[in-house]
C-alpha cells in the first residue's frame, strides 16, 4: 500500500473508477496466470522489520521523522505511529547462507539506527508491544505525518459508525474504547515473505495456515499493554479489534473483519483469495496512478496491478498473497504477518528458518488439507497460540489431539530441517537456527513467558511502574548482547534506572484500581467501602465517569459526629461530598502534584483524562516513593 500515493475516496464517482482498475488488475492476473507468465525456476525470501524507537527513561519516542532524514537510507520507512520504524531487507534466494545473509543485512541497518538514535538520546527495541506503552502515547497526535495513514483512519471510523471497543482477557483484562483505532501504535512486527509458483500456491497457503499456531506459539513476545497481563501474543487480539470497520449490524449478518483469519480453505488458486475480498470489503483508499493492465499485458509488458496492490494492502489477513514484480518478471509470494518483533534478532531469523523450512517441505500428507481437517480448527488452533502460547493444545490432521511442544520438537522441526536442505540452505545455518527454535520450546522460554516470569518476580519487589520500565531496560540491554531468549535471566528492578525513569509523572504512581461511588449513593456505603479497603479517600463520579465530588475520611468524621444521635441515616453523598475537587492530569509532573498538595494542604489528587476519572494520587503513594528512593540512596552508598 505504501509504494503509492492514495488519495480519499470522497465520491461513487472515485469509487467506481478505482473499482475499475482493480477488476481489471484482477483480469490481467488472470491471464498472467493462465499464460504461465510468472517466474517459477528461482525462490527467494524476505523480511520487513518493524521496531519502537523508546527514549532514555524508556518510554516510546515519536522522532521518526528526524530519524529517517538523519539515516537517508531507502531501506528504512515510516509506520503508523511516529515512535515506530520499519526496515525494507533485500529479498535473497532461498538457498545456501540466506539466513545468515539476511541477519547481516538486519545487523547492518541496526548499527546505523544505533549510531543515528544515540545522537538524539534514544534507543531502539524490538518487541511485539512495548511494555512501557500508555494511553497518552496513543493520541493521534503520534500518528506519523502521512496522507494515506490519515485518509485510512477517517475512512475505518467512519464505516465503524461509532467508538472503537476492546475486550482481551488473560491473567488481567483490558476493556476500554477510543474514538480512533490507535493501539494499532503499540503492534511491532517481523514479517516473513516466501515465493512459490503459481502451481503450488493452494497447498503453501493452505499448509501457510494450518502451521501459523505452532510456529506463533514457539515465537510469542507481546504479554504486556499498558501494565495488563494479557495474551502471550496480544497482537493477535488487539490488531484484530483495532482495524475493525464492523457494527453491531455486521456482526449479526456474521461480516469478516478486515483483520482474519479467513474462514476458508483455497481449492485451485491465488484469485480465490482476492475475488472473496473483492466481494466483501469495501473501498477504503483510491491510488493516485492508474494503470491500464490489461492494455500493458497486450503490449507484451508486466503491469504493477497498482490498484489491486493498493485493495490488498487494506486487508490484513495473517498469511497474504502478495503480487511483485522483480527484474521485469512476475512472482507470488505469501506473507507471515503473525510474527512479532525479537525477542532478539538472532530469534527473528530462527523464526524466518523454521517457517520458511516448513513452507518448503509440505510432504504428502499435508497436502489437499480441505480433505483432511475442518478449517474452524486451524482457528481454533491459532486463537489458543495466540493466547496461551506453548501451553497450547491443538487439534491435528486426522482429529488428533497434541500438545504444541510436542509437536513442534517432534514432527514440525524435522520437516522444516528436511525443507531447508531441500532448499540447499547450509548445514550450519539450519543446525544454529532450528537449535535455536528447539532450546527455546523445550524450555519453554519465549520472549512473553520470559517477560511474564519476570513480572511475577517484580512485582513483589516494586510498584507497577517500576517493574514495566526494569522489564523494558532488561530487554534492550539483553539484545544488545544477541544471545537468544532462552538463556536471558530474568530482569531486576534495579534495571529501571533512576527515580526519574519510574516517578516522574503522576501516571507512574498513581493508583488506577478505583474504589468510586456516586451522588445518589449513601453516605454509609462509602464510610464501609473506606473500612473495607482501608483507604481515606473516595471520589465521586457520575454514570459518565466523569469527576463530580470527593469523599475523605475528614469529612465522614465531621458527619457522623453530627448525625451520632440518629438511628438512621439515609443522608446522600451529595449532600456531604466536596464537589468540583482540585484534580490533576497524568501528564503532570510529580514534583507539581506535590506542590499543589502542599499549597491546598489537601491529602490526594483525583487524576482526570480529558474528562473521564482515571486515577488518584495520595500522601501514602508519596511515602512509598520516599522509601523507594531512600532505599536506592543507600543502596548508591
Not at 507470488?332 to 523454521?354: C, H, K, M, Q, Y
Request: proline letters at 4%; hydrophobic letters at 40%; glycine letters at 4%.
Amino acid at each position: 500500500m505504501g509504494e503509492f500515493h492514495v488519495t480519499r475516496v470522497d465520491n461513487p464517482e472515485s469509487i467506481r473508477r478505482f473499482t475499475h482498475y482493480i477488476l481489471k488488475d484482477l483480469k490481467a492476473l488472470e491471464e498472467m496466470l493462465r499464460r504461465d507468465m510468472f517466474e517459477t525456476d528461482v525462490q527467494r525470501i524476505g523480511a520487513e522489520q518493524e521496531l519502537c524507537l523508546i527514549d532514555k527513561f524508556w518510554r516510546p519516542a515519536p522522532i521518526i521523522e528526524d530519524v529517517l532524514a538523519a539515516i537517508d537510507d531507502p531501506h528504512f520507512t515510516t509506520e503508523l505511529a511516529k515512535f515506530n520504524l520499519e526496515i525494507n531487507l533485500d529479498p535473497v534466494e532461498f538457498t545456501g547462507d540466506c539466513f545468515s545473509r539476511i541477519e547481516q543485512q538486519l545487523n547492518t541497518c541496526l548499527e546505523k539506527l544505533e549510531k543515528v538514535l544515540h545522537r538524539m538520546g534514544a534507543e531502539y527495541i524490538l518487541v511485539g508491544i512495548l511494555p512501557t506503552i500508555r494511553y497518552i502515547d496513543l493520541e493521534m497526535e503520534n500518528m506519523t505525518d502521512r496522507k494515506r495513514y490519515a485518509i485510512l483512519f477517517e475512512k475505518i471510523k467512519e464505516l465503524r459508525g461509532g467508538d472503537f471497543q476492546y475486550n482481551i482477557k488473560g491473567i488481567d483484562e483490558l476493556i476500554t474504547r477510543q474514538e480512533y483505532p490507535t493501539f494499532e501504535f503499540c503492534n511491532t512486527s517481523f514479517q516473513v515473505h516466501f515465493q512459490t509458483t503459481p502451481q503450488d500456491f493452494p497447498d503453501a497457503y493452505n499448509f501457510s495456515k494450518l502451521i501459523a499456531a505452532p510456529v506463533l506459539a514457539a515465537a510469542t513476545n507481546s504479554p504486556l499493554l499498558v501494565g495488563k497481563r494479557l495474551w502471550h501474543e496480544t497482537r493477535i487480539a488487539l490488531f484484530q479489534q483495532a482495524i475493525d470497520t464492523r457494527n453491531v449490524l455486521h456482526h449479526l449478518r456474521e461480516k469478516r473483519g478486515r483483520v482474519s483469519f479467513p474462514k476458508q480453505w483455497i481449492h485451485h488458486s491465488v484469485l480465490e483469495i482476492l475475488q472473496d475480498d473483492i466481494a466483501r470489503f469495501r473501498v477504503l483508499l483510491c491510488s493516485e496512478e492508474y494503470e491500464d493492465s490489461l492494455k500493458i499485458l497486450k503490449n507484451g509488458e508486466i503491469p504493477k496491478l497498482k490498484a489491486l496492490n493498493t485493495f490488498n494492502g487494506t486487508v490484513y489477513r495473517w498469511n497474504r498473497a502478495c503480487y511483485g514484480v522483480f527484474n521485469g518478471k512476475p512472482h507470488l509470494r505469501i506473507e507471515n504477518r503473525t510474527l512479532p518483533s525479537g525477542p532478539t534478532v538472532r530469534d527473528e531469523i530462527a523464526n524466518a528458518a523454521f517457517w520458511s523450512g516448513l513452507m518448503n517441505a509440505i510432504p504428502e500428507k499435508y497436502k489437499n488439507l480441505p480433505e483432511k481437517i475442518e478449517f474452524d480448527e486451524v482457528v481454533t488452533n491459532f486463537i489458543k497460540a495466540a493466547r496461551l502460547g506453548l501451553d497450547s493444545t491443538f487439534t491435528w490432521l486426522n482429529n488428533k489431539t497434541v500438545n504444541a511442544r510436542e509437536l513442534i520438537l517432534k514432527e514440525l522441526l524435522p520437516l522444516s530441517r528436511d525443507g531447508l536442505q531441500k532448499a540447499g540452505v547450509h548445514s550450519e545455518d539450519i543446525q544454529k537456527n532450528l537449535e535455536l527454535i528447539e532450546q527455546r520450546v523445550r524450555r519453554k522460554k519465549t520472549g512473553s513467558q520470559w517477560m511474564l516470569d519476570s513480572f511475577a518476580k517484580l512485582k513483589e519487589e516494586g510498584t507497577l511502574e517500576e517493574t514495566l520500565v526494569a522489564i523494558t531496560a532488561a530487554i534492550v540491554h539483553r539484545q544488545k548482547k544477541g544471545k537468544p531468549v532462552y538463556q536471558w535471566k530474568l530482569a531486576k528492578l534495579t534495571e529501571a534506572g533512576n527515580w526519574i525513569n519510574k516517578f516522574l509523572r503522576v501516571e507512574q504512581i498513581m493508583s488506577t484500581e478505583l474504589f468510586t461511588v456516586q451522588e445518589n449513593d449513601l453516605v454509609d456505603l462509602v464510610a464501609n467501602i473506606m473500612d473495607w479497603k482501608h483507604i481515606r479517600h473516595v471520589p465521586v463520579e457520575n454514570e459518565k465517569g466523569s469527576l463530580v465530588g470527593l469523599i475523605t475520611s475528614g469529612i465522614l468524621l465531621k458527619h457522623y459526629g453530627k448525625t451520632l444521635e440518629r438511628s438512621q441515616n439515609f443522608t446522600p453523598v451529595k449532600e456531604i461530598m466536596i464537589p468540583n475537587p482540585i484534580y490533576t492530569t497524568p501528564e503532570t509532573l510529580t514534583t507539581e502534584a506535590i506542590k499543589v498538595m502542599r499549597k491546598n494542604k489537601i491529602g490526594c489528587l483525583p487524576v482526570v483524562k480529558g474528562d473521564k476519572l482515571v486515577g488518584i494520587v495520595t500522601e501514602h503513594d508519596f511515602v512509598k516513593i520516599s522509601a523507594r528512593l531512600l532505599e536506592q540512596i543507600f543502596e548508591d552508598n
